[in-house]
C-alpha cells in the first residue's frame, strides 16, 4: 500500500478534518474510541485513533470529545502549514447530527463540565470563524476506518478517498 500525494496549489489551499468516534465498543470499560484523518489538498498528512479517557454517556458526548481533540490538531497543523503555504479554509467534516445541532445550539451542558469545555472550545473557534464545520454522509466519513470494522469493499473504498494506492 502506498499514499499517492497530488499536487496542488500552495497559495489557495485548504485543510480538512475528518472526525468520527464510535460509541462504548469495547465491552470491558465501554470507553469509546476517537478517530481523526487532516487531509491537505485532498492528502492525507496526520491521522490519530485513541482511546477516550472518559466514558461518553452518548454518541453525541463521544463525537464532541473526538472532534475537540481533531480541531486542535488541526489548528496546530494550520499554525505550521501557513508559515510555508497560504492555507485557505479549515472544513471540518462530521457525520453526526446531534453534534453539529450541539455546537449551533447554545445551551450549556453545565451538568457535564468535561464535555461542556470541550464544547465551549469547538463553539469559539467556530464562532470566530477560523473553522467551517460540515455535514458528511456517513458512507463518506473517511474517518469511519479509523473507529470501527469495515467490510473490505468499504474500508478499500475510503482508502482510496485519501488517495491510498493498494
Not at 5 to 16: F, I, P, Q, R
Not at 48 to 65: F, P, R, Y
Not at 74 to 94: D, F, R, T
Request: glycine share 4%; with cysteine.
Amino acid at each position: 500500500m502506498k499514499i499517492n500525494y497530488k499536487k496542488c496549489n500552495l497559495y489557495d489551499s485548504d485543510l480538512s478534518l475528518y472526525v468520527d468516534a464510535d460509541w462504548g465498543s469495547n465491552s470491558n470499560d465501554r470507553k469509546s474510541v476517537s478517530g481523526y484523518l487532516i487531509m491537505f489538498c485532498n492528502n492525507p498528512i496526520l491521522w490519530c485513533v485513541n482511546k477516550q479517557k472518559c466514558i461518553a454517556l452518548s454518541s453525541t458526548e463521544a463525537e464532541i470529545i473526538a472532534l475537540s481533540k481533531g480541531v486542535q490538531d488541526l489548528l496546530w497543523i494550520k499554525g505550521i502549514a501557513s508559515e510555508i503555504v497560504c492555507v485557505k479554509n479549515l472544513i471540518v467534516y462530521e457525520d453526526n447530527q446531534s453534534c453539529i445541532k450541539c455546537i449551533a445550539n447554545e445551551n450549556n451542558l453545565g451538568r457535564m463540565k468535561h464535555i461542556d469545555i470541550k464544547l465551549k472550545f469547538i463553539r469559539d473557534i467556530v464562532s470566530r470563524n477560523k473553522i467551517k464545520i460540515e455535514y458528511i454522509s456517513t458512507g463518506n466519513q473517511i474517518a469511519d476506518m479509523l473507529t470501527k470494522a469495515l467490510p473490505k469493499t468499504k474500508f478499500c473504498e475510503l482508502l482510496k478517498l485519501c488517495n491510498f494506492k493498494i
